[in-house]
Each structure stands twice: as C-alpha cells, then as structure tokens.
C-alpha cells in the first residue's frame, strides 16, 4: 500500500514540485532539467523501490544533469528512507 501511494505521487509528480525539492535539498535543477527527469521516469517506468531502477536513474542524472547531484540525490534518498524508517523498502 506505502509503495503504491509512493509511486502514485512520483508519476504525479510536476517539474515545479520537483524544482521545489531540489532547491530544499541543495541540489541543483533547472526547470528544463526537471522535466527531462520526470518524462525520463514516467518513459522507463521507474520503480524506486527496485535497486536496478534506481541505479538507472542516477546514472541518466549523471549523463544528463551532473555527477555531483547525481550522488546528492542518492545520499539524499537514503538519508531521507532512514529519516521515516523506509530504508527497509529499499
């Protein structure tokens, strides 16, 4: 159920919401940026629960936004999976 209301609010998800996290989390985007992730996500059918899918996202935001924001966003989801007791899930 968590996981589907999880994938639900990814898929859902805006470039202006996306923007928002990034800029609360210090990771750099541009707005063209968040969009290419999103339809990226949404084309490939991320499932952030699956380690592979994961590893496939960060690696398209490497090659296409940069490898340092690339590793933020991976601390960033482990820190924030621990924070409310996720990291289980993943």
Do not use: C
Not at 22 to 35: D, P
Not at 47 to 71: L, N
């Amino acid at each position: 159920m968590l996981k589907h209301l999880i994938r639900t609010k990814l898929y859902a998800s805006t470039p202006d919401e996306l923007m928002k996290y990034s800029k609360q989390y210090g990771i750099s985007l541009t707005r063209q940026q968040a969009n290419q992730l999103l339809q990226f996500i949404k084309k490939e059918s991320i499932d952030p629960f699956s380690k592979q899918d994961r590893s496939k996202t960060y690696q398209y935001v490497e090659q296409h936004i940069g490898r340092q924001e690339a590793q933020q966003a991976e601390r960033l989801l482990n820190q924030l999976a621990k924070q409310y007791n996720l990291d289980h899930l993943l």
